[in-house]
């Protein structure tokens, strides 16, 4: 991409795409479009439609969606389908039509099996039953991922997919796991409570991938990925949702105790990528998980102190 080129970013207020905005400042490129939801509903066919044929961005990095944790996607699999899958259609469809150049679009780890072997790669697309817990979700994932391998079918465009573990980072207000934690540790500490509850057992695995990681593999797959092909975006590695809580335990200096609450739910079975068809172009993800829970840790706790002034 040349560094005047006219790139949009979706979603860029949230945690991963305020990630991609730092990312391709810190670069040099010069006339990034974006708009917020109240600016832009990429729900609305007709909106996302007026809004492409006015700018005609050259890029696009397509990372807004309907996203949340176990239990908003329990009480509200069709809002996380429809919304979800209109998210997707409007922005691909869009860019295709309106002759963007290049296109990277964020799916996510929930597309493959819910019994898929571990680590899962990107074979397993399509090849099995979806997660329960989050159907509504996967699906519409799957549907974007499918858009841009067609859209390649048919003729020849740069439309590729990321296929995203559990992604935290800085600025994120989210419902999952991990947002969800580092506010409750921060939470503890700044008001002395003897206790951190966590739901479920603390059994279950997660692959954690820090935003800032993800946001350079989004710009490297733009730059070096096959079109029409969805990449695994890991870390390279797993932890328990116990393992995460005793690291958080420590970084935060939180001396209570850790209490697991077993009635309440806890998310699907193992999520591990196999990395190697990225890595074997030539990234990697450069931030250690130490390094990133604790600027993250330290932004949660800021913003309670800040809150309580």
Known sequence: MEKNAKIYVSGHRGMLGSAMMRRLEADGYTNIVTRTHKELDLTRQADVEEFFAKEKPEYVFHIAAKTGGVMPNKQYPLDFLSQGTLIALNVLNAAYTYGAKGVVYVSSANIYPEDAPQPMSEELFMNGRMPFFWGGYALAKTVGVKFCE?????????????????????????????????????????????????????NARREFIY???????????????????????????????????????????????????????????????????????????????????????????????????
């Open 211 to 309: 935003s800032g990681d993800v946001a350079d593999a989004l710009l490297f797959l733009m730059e070096h990925g096959e079109s029409g092909q969805h990449y695994n975006v890991g870390a390279g590695g797993e932890r328990s949702i116990r393992e995460l809580v005793e690291a958080l335990k420590e970084i935060s200096g939180f001396e209570g105790e850790l209490v697991f609450d077993t009635s309440k739910p806890e998310s699907a079975g193992r999520q591990f990528l196999n990395c190697e068809k990225l890595y074997s172009l030539g990234w990697r993800p450069a931030t250690s998980f130490a390094d990133g829970v604790k600027a993250a840790y330290q932004e949660h706790l800021n913003w309670i102190k800040e809150a309580e002034r």
């Open 150 to 202: 067609c859209a390649n079918r048919q003729s020849g465009r740069h439309f590729v997919s990321a296929v995203l573990p559990a992604v935290y980072g800085l600025n994120d207000h989210g419902t999952t796991v991990m947002p969800m934690l580092l506010d409750k540790f921060a939470d503890a500490v700044v008001h002395g409570k003897p206790e951190v509850t966590i739901w479920g057992t603390g």
